[in-house]
C-alpha cells in the first residue's frame, strides 16, 4: 500500500497541557480516515502540525513516503481547516480564479470542480448569497484545485443542517471514489462510522484506537492496572499480546485489551515479572460505549 502520512510520536505541549501526546498512526492512499475526538481532544491541533501551521513539541512526521520537503508537500495536499472564507461581492468563478493565483496554478479546473461540488449553476452568483453548505461545498473545491493526493477537512459539517451535511458526506465519498485519500477531524462518532473506513479515537491528546471503522466495536474494554513500581509496570503491559493504547491517568494505567484477559493470569505474569500489582480492574465497556459516554454532553453539529 502507498504511504501518504507516516506519523511517530508526536507531542504537542502547551506548557503542562497536552494537546496531543505521543500520537502515532500511518495513513494510506485510497482510504477515508476519521480522526474522532471530543471537543479540545487535540484533533485541530494534529491536523495543523502535519499541515505545517502548528510546531510539534517533539515526534515526527512524513509525507509521501519520505524524501519529501514539507513545500513539496503542501503542494500535493488540500486542506479546509479553518471556516470557508471567500470576497464576498465576488461570485465562485472569480474567487476561484483568486485562488489559482495564489497557489500559482492554472484556472481550467475551476468549471470541473464547481460541477463536482454542485455548484455549477451558481457559479456567477456572489459568495455573500450561497447558504452555509454552499459556502463549505465551494471550499471542497478550492482545495481541489490542484488535484491534491489527499484532502483534509477540520469538522466538515458542523453548523450545517442535516441537507447539507447528507451532501457533504455524499461529496466525501464521491471525491474518495476517485481515489483521493480523505482526512477528517469529526467529533461525531456516527459521522466517522457513516464516512470513514478508518479511524484515530483521541481523548485529552491520547490516542485510544487505531484501525478499521468495523474493528472499533470489537474491542475487549479496557483494564485499570496499577503498581508501586509505574516504569516496570509500563514496560511489563507493552510486552503483552493482549494490550493495545496504554494511558497513563493518576490512578493508573488505562490499557485497552486486544483479546480476553484472564486477570488472574495477568497478575501471575506480573510477579513473575517483578512487579506487584496494587490495582486491576475489568472494565468490560466497548470503545464506542466509552466515545458516547464522553461525548454525551458535548454540543451536536446540528
Ligand atoms: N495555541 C494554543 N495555546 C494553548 N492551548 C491550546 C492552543 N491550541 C489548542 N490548545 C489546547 O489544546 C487542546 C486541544 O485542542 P484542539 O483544538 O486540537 O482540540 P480539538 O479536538 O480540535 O477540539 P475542537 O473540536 O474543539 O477544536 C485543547 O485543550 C485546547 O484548549
Excluded at 502548528?54 to 519529501?68: H, M, R
Excluded at 481547516?81 to 479546473?109: G, H, W
Aim: hydrophobic share 40%; proline share 3%.
Amino acid at each position: 500500500m502507498e504511504q501518504i502520512l507516516q506519523i511517530t510520536n508526536l507531542s504537542k505541549h502547551y506548557g503542562a497541557l497536552k494537546a496531543v501526546d505521543d500520537v502515532s498512526f500511518t495513513i494510506e492512499k485510497g482510504h477515508v480516515y476519521g480522526i474522532l475526538g471530543p471537543n479540545g481532544s487535540g484533533k485541530s491541533t494534529t491536523l495543523g502540525m502535519v499541515l505545517n501551521v502548528v510546531n510539534p513539541t517533539s515526534g515526527d512526521y512524513q509525507w509521501f513516503g519520505g524524501g519529501v520537503s514539507n513545500h513539496d508537500a503542501l503542494k500535493r495536499i488540500g486542506a479546509i481547516i479553518e471556516r470557508p472564507n471567500f470576497y464576498p461581492s465576488m461570485d465562485a468563478v472569480q474567487n476561484l480564479k483568486l485562488v489559482c493565483k495564489i497557489k500559482n496554478i492554472t484556472t481550467d479546473k475551476i468549471n470541473e470542480k464547481l460541477e463536482l461540488v454542485g455548484l455549477l449553476s451558481r457559479k456567477h452568483s456572489p459568495f455573500k448569497t450561497y447558504s452555509l453548505g454552499m459556502k463549505q461545498r465551494l471550499a471542497i473545491a478550492s482545495a481541489l484545485l490542484n488535484d491534491p493526493e489527499i484532502l483534509i477537512l477540520d469538522e466538515p459539517t458542523n453548523g450545517l443542517d442535516p441537507q447539507g451535511i447528507r451532501a457533504i458526506r455524499d461529496l466525501i465519498q464521491h471525491i474518495s471514489s476517485n481515489g483521493t485519500t480523505i482526512l477528517l477531524a469529526s467529533h461525531l462518532l456516527d459521522e466517522v462510522e457513516k464516512v470513514c473506513s478508518h479511524v484515530i479515537v483521541l481523548r485529552q491528546g491520547n490516542m485510544l484506537y487505531s484501525g478499521p471503522v468495523d474493528e472499533m466495536n470489537s474491542t475487549h474494554g479496557t483494564i485499570l492496572i496499577d503498581a508501586s513500581d509505574r516504569g516496570g509496570l509500563k514496560y511489563f503491559i507493552s510486552q503483552q499480546s493482549y494490550a493495545g493504547s496504554i494511558e497513563e491517568l493518576v490512578d493508573g494505567f488505562e490499557v485497552m485489551l486486544l483479546s480476553d484477559i484472564d486477570t488472574a493470569q495477568v497478575n501471575k505474569d506480573a510477579v513473575q515479572a517483578g512487579i506487584y500489582l496494587n490495582k486491576l480492574l475489568l472494565k468490560k465497556q466497548s470503545l464506542e460505549d466509552q466515545f458516547i459516554e464522553l461525548t454525551n454532553n458535548q454540543p451536536q453539529a446540528s
